[in-house]
């Protein structure tokens, strides 16, 4: 599933940023760290620490995003039982 980032405002995308990696707004930090540091059992609380230049905000609004988006996902690709 290929998310639209320009759907979420905690994000950005520029060619000339991380090779246009998305990443966290008015930073360097792809949001993929987050999603790295969540699998590994980081708390959202630690990875805040860990990258200062994120906010809790953006964090929780790329959480609510992807949520969101996988939710419509699976209500649009969920089979219909006779």
Not at 28 to 46: Q, Y
Request: charged letters at 25%; a negative charge; proline letters at 5%.
């Amino acid at each position: 599933m290929d998310l639209d980032w320009d759907n979420c405002p905690a994000v950005s995308r520029s060619p000339k940023v991380v090779s246009g990696a998305v990443v966290f707004k008015n930073s360097r930090l792809p949001v993929s760290a987050l999603f790295e540091n969540l699998k590994g059992g980081a708390t959202v609380d630690e990875f805040l620490e860990w990258y200062e230049g994120v906010s809790k905000e953006q964090v929780y609004d790329v959480l609510q995003f992807v949520t969101q988006s996988a939710e419509s996902h699976e209500n649009f690709v969920r089979p219909k039982h006779a």
